[in-house]
């Protein structure tokens, strides 16, 4: 199994301008989740989802939005990028029945100019 | 759920046990306690959780006080590879239609030879 996996790994926008970070698991996991991560701050969650069609606000939604089309894939859209979103993210999964136990993606770096 | 407090850094030697502790004194009856960590520029790893017993695996040793307001995670012989940010988790173990990890800012343990 590879995991959970994200792309890019790295990427620079220009403020105003729209992008979609990829995240997909191979694992069956019904859960899905999106995290954020700043300088000092931990991790907080921006979206999650709980099964194909499926999705709900975490923490932090706002400026993000995300879908469930399948069970392997959870992209997270970047409508109009802002400096504010510069960070580290990270995608993760796991079962219904595992709740204490997500497996985390490797990230992706974003840097909004 | 709960919140946690823990030491913002900690030193170990290699080969000796790395004992890291989380205060949560507000911690409700059916909250468990998670440990995850996370090494440099990786997604976060869980390692453990418990109730209210002690708990080992195969990474580590979850002691958790009878009264369940604190808790000590133990690396048992801590290598350089253990050095990471090592976050201190509690929450209700299910809640149907959440998933709600709320990662503070952890303990920055430094694993020196």
């Known amino acids: 199994n590879a995991g959970v996996t994200q792309t890019p790994k790295f990427q620079v926008l220009k403020t105003g301008q729209s992008m979609t970070l990829q995240c997909a698991q191979d694992m069956n996991h019904e859960y899905m989740s999106w995290y954020r991560q700043d300088p000092g701050m931990g991790l907080r969650l921006i979206h999650y989802s709980v099964g194909a069609g499926i999705t709900d606000q975490g923490e932090v939604p706002n400026g993000y939005n995300v879908s469930r089309s399948t069970t392997e894939d959870f992209p997270l859209r970047l409508l109009s990028a802002a400096p504010s979103q510069t960070s580290v993210y990270f995608c993760?999964?796991?079962?219904?029945?595992?709740?204490?136990?997500?497996?985390f993606g490797p990230g992706t770096r974003l840097t909004v100019t | 759920d709960a919140k946690t407090t823990q030491p913002t850094s900690m030193d170990c030697a290699e080969g000796r046990a790395a004992n890291l502790p989380c205060n949560h004194s507000t911690i409700s009856g059916n909250e468990y306690v998670y440990w995850y960590r996370q090494i440099h520029s990786q997604g976060p790893q869980y390692i453990i959780h418990g109730l209210k017993n002690n708990e080992t695996n195969e990474m580590a040793s979850l002691i958790i006080t009878e009264d369940r307001k604190s808790s000590t995670l133990i690396l048992p012989h801590a290598t350089l590879r253990d050095t990471a940010v090592y976050y201190c988790i509690v929450r209700v173990a299910k809640s149907y239609n959440t998933d709600k990890l709320i990662f503070g800012t952890g303990t920055r343990l430094q694993v020196f030879p």
């Open positions: 993760a999964s796991r079962t219904r029945q595992a709740s204490y136990e997500q497996y």
